[in-house]
Every structure is written in structure tokens, then in C-alpha cells.
């Protein structure tokens, strides 16, 4: 399984952006999908997770600003951030989890990063 993330850019603080990221390969089962983050010198973040059975989870410091979406075919998950901030700027990857076949075990992929970068 491999994914691919896309969509990012320069915006302007107050701007919004929308990323994608395709799995593409045998997905048998999802556990998640989602977006993390990092920024410079610091560590890697979570930002937002839709669970295989469809709750979500969202970072404190994203809530109210972005929403994740799937497609129907569960290879896609959309990060919709609106009203971003400077402190936004960083790399997003996205992360899955899935199980590629029946008879197989979950397992954790993540894609290449894509920079999201806020202007003040």
C-alpha cells in the first residue's frame, strides 16, 4: 500500500486549503486514516484521524478549523483547514492504517509529506 498526499501550498493567514491523500494497493480493511504534522524543530503532531468506523478525532489546536472527509471507496481522506494561522505552517503527512488482506494484520503506512506554509 502506498499513499499520496497532495494539495499543499502558500496561503495567506485566514486562508483555507484542502489536502488529499490516495491509498493506492490491496486494502482489505481500515483501521484509519488521517494527518499529522511537523513543524520545525519540533516534533511530529496529530491533527486530525477518521477511524474506520467513522469517528473522528481532532487536534485542540485545529478543532473548528479543519474538517476530514473520505471518499465512499475508503482510499481517500480530504483535510479541509480553513482560518489557518502562521503556526500552521509545517509539513502534513498523511497516515493509515490498514489491513491488506483477509487473513493478514494491521499495519501503519504513511505517505510523503506535502508543505503547507501560512503567510502573515
Known amino acids: 500500500v502506498q499513499l499520496q498526499a497532495s494539495g499543499g501550498g502558500l496561503v495567506q493567514a485566514g486562508g483555507p486549503l484542502n489536502l488529499s491523500c490516495v491509498a493506492s494497493?490491496?486494502?482489505?480493511?481500515?483501521?484509519?486514516m488521517g494527518w499529522y504534522r511537523q513543524a520545525p524543530g519540533k516534533e511530529r503532531e496529530q491533527v486530525a484521524i477518521m477511524y474506520g468506523r467513522g469517528s473522528t478525532y481532532y487536534a485542540d489546536s485545529m478543532k473548528g478549523r479543519v474538517t476530514i472527509s473520505k471518499n465512499d471507496a475508503w482510499n481517500t481522506v480530504y483535510l479541509q483547514m480553513n482560518n489557518l494561522k502562521p503556526e500552521d505552517t509545517a509539513v502534513y503527512y498523511c497516515?493509515?492504517?490498514?489491513?491488506?488482506?483477509?487473513?493478514?494484520?494491521?499495519?501503519?503506512?504513511w505517505g510523503q509529506g506535502t508543505q503547507v506554509t501560512v503567510s502573515s
Open positions: 494497493g490491496s486494502i482489505f480493511a481500515v483501521g484509519y
Open positions: 497516515r493509515a492504517r490498514f489491513r491488506a488482506h483477509e487473513e493478514g494484520f494491521d499495519q501503519d503506512y
